[in-house]
């Protein structure tokens, strides 16, 4: 089972934001669904993202990281 979401967070405010991260962790967390999560922001990525493909000027950058906090990101 896959959970798509394109920028399900666009317009909305720091606490509806926070809401819908905490039910995508918790759906994940229960479920163990893969997450497809859309956001041009990294501040409005749920905790369980465990990959990030990072696109500039229509070029993709993997980055694999094991927290979102973390800030030493590994090129693969």
């Not at 479920?31 to 041009?40: A, L, P, Q």
């Not at 501040?43 to 070029?59: A, F, G, T, V």
């Given at each position: ?32 669904v ?5 956001s ?37």
């Amino acid at each position: 089972m896959i959970l798509a979401l394109d920028e399900p967070c666009q317009g909305m405010d720091n606490i509806r934001t926070q809401q819908i991260l905490k039910i995508v962790d918790e759906v994940f967390e229960k479920t163990g669904v893969t997450v497809i999560f859309i956001s041009h922001y990294d501040e409005d990525l749920p905790n369980c993202i465990e990959k990030i493909l990072n696109l500039q000027n229509s070029k993709s950058n993997n980055y694999i990281i094991k927290n979102k906090k973390d800030i030493s990101l590994q090129v693969i």
